[in-house]
């Protein structure tokens, strides 16, 4: 069983920037950031996989990034220019043999 812990979301202005972490307490493959907005389906933000090699939604290229440390077992997303439809619960997910997901922590961005 591996559980994730998040921190770092918060309420910013329009084009500021937040950023997220989220630490395994076990062996990890694959880890990411899904996010849900009131009203939506819960969407794939961007995922790093184990040789570090990143993927992104097209909604957030050029403005988030994703990095991990593998010795902390740690993922980062740095999230910048950040727009109103940002907004939502952002949950931290990892993959090792079954899925895991964080309690999710809200990000608001006001125009």
């Known amino acids: 069983q591996v559980h994730l812990v998040e921190s770092g979301g918060g309420s910013v202005q329009a084009g500021g920037s937040l950023r997220l972490s989220c630490a395994a307490s076990?062996?990890?493959?694959?880890m990411g950031w899904y996010r849900q907005a009131p009203g939506k389906l819960r969407e794939l933000v961007a995922r790093i996989f184990s040789d570090g090699s990143p993927d992104y939604a097209d909604s957030v290229k050029g403005r988030f990034t994703i990095s991990r440390d593998n010795a902390e077992m740690t993922v980062y997303l740095q999230m910048n220019n950040l727009k109103p439809e940002d907004t939502a619960v952002y949950y931290c997910?990892?993959?090792?043999?079954?899925?895991?997901w964080g309690q999710g922590t809200q990000v608001t961005v006001s125009s």
């Open positions: 076990g062996s990890i493959d694959t």
């Open positions: 997910y990892a993959w090792y043999h079954e899925t895991y």
